[in-house]
């Protein structure tokens, strides 16, 4: 199983960025999944996140500016941000929460990590 997060950049203040978060592998179904980041100097947070039903969470900070969604056929999500600041920059990190077959064909739930992206929001 593989997280691959694509999308980071660098934006000016004010500007969008969309990241989006692929799920590859033998997975029977992905349950929770997040979006994570981490500023420098600073303690990785929880960004979004949003159920296998579509419930959202999110950070105070971000309310209003960021959008999580999901296209469970694609096994992808995706975190649309708007009216980006100097202090949404940082490493932006997704997990899932997920079920997966392993090689001996039975299921196992774990969380995986993608890799980091960088956002960064600068004039």
């Known amino acids: 199983v593989q997280l691959q997060a694509s999308g980071g950049g660098l934006v000016q203040p004010g500007g969008s960025l969309r990241l989006s978060c692929a799920a590859s592998?033998?997975?029977?179904?992905?349950?929770?999944m997040g979006w994570y980041r981490q500023a420098p100097g600073k303690q990785r947070e929880l960004v979004a996140s949003?159920?296998?039903?579509?419930?959202?969470n999110y950070v105070d900070s971000v309310k209003g500016r960021f959008t999580i969604s999901r296209d469970n056929a694609k096994n992808t999500k995706y975190l649309q941000m708007n009216s980006l600041k100097p202090e949404d920059t940082a490493v932006y990190f997704c997990?899932?929460?997920?079920?997966?077959?392993?090689?001996?064909?039975?299921?196992?739930?774990?969380?995986?990590w993608g890799q980091g992206t960088l956002v960064t929001v600068s004039s």
């Open positions: 949003i159920s296998s039903g579509g419930s959202t």
């Open positions: 592998g033998s997975i029977f179904s992905i349950h929770t």
């Open positions: 997990n899932a929460d997920l079920t997966y077959y392993t090689g001996s064909g039975y299921p196992r739930r774990q969380v995986y």
